[in-house]
Nanobody
Framework: QLQASGGGLVQAGDSLRLSCATS????????MGWFRQAPGKEREFVAQ????????SYATSVKGRFTISRDNAKNTVALQMNKMKPEDTAVYYC????????????WGQGTLVTVSS
């Protein structure tokens, strides 16, 4: 199971840190990711990290501003968001890939992030 937290209301230019706690069979996690869904829009990929090795990738819109990291000992994944923009406003979801070569098949509940201008 995944539990996202850390959302809130911030101003443009501010920073915010989201966290995703994992439970259960964390040994079966291959990739952890963050997605977001803005009002009236489809859910989109934000960032992901390989549980083993830590390789990361980012959406173009957040590259250089957001950083995804993991703490294997605590079984948590964080998304540090800096220089936030109003267009970052969305519900953010953490998700996991549990099978090698598979798609995201485990999702947490969302946490709302609102960036005011």
């Amino acid at each position: 199971q995944l539990q996202a937290s850390g959302g809130g209301l911030v101003q443009a230019g501010d920073s915010l840190r989201l966290s995703c706690a994992t439970s259960g069979r964390t040994s079966s996690i291959y990739i952890m990711g963050w997605f977001r869904q803005a009002p009236g829009k489809e859910r989109e990929f934000v960032a992901q990290i390989r549980w083993s090795g830590g390789t990361t990738s980012y959406a173009t819109s957040v590259k250089g501003r957001f950083t995804i990291s993991r703490d294997n000992a605590k079984n948590t994944v964080a998304l540090q968001m800096n220089k936030m923009k109003p267009e970052d406003t969305a519900v953010y979801y953490c998700a996991a890939v549990l099978t090698p070569g598979g798609s995201y098949d485990s999702w947490g509940q969302g946490t709302l992030v609102t960036v005011s201008s």
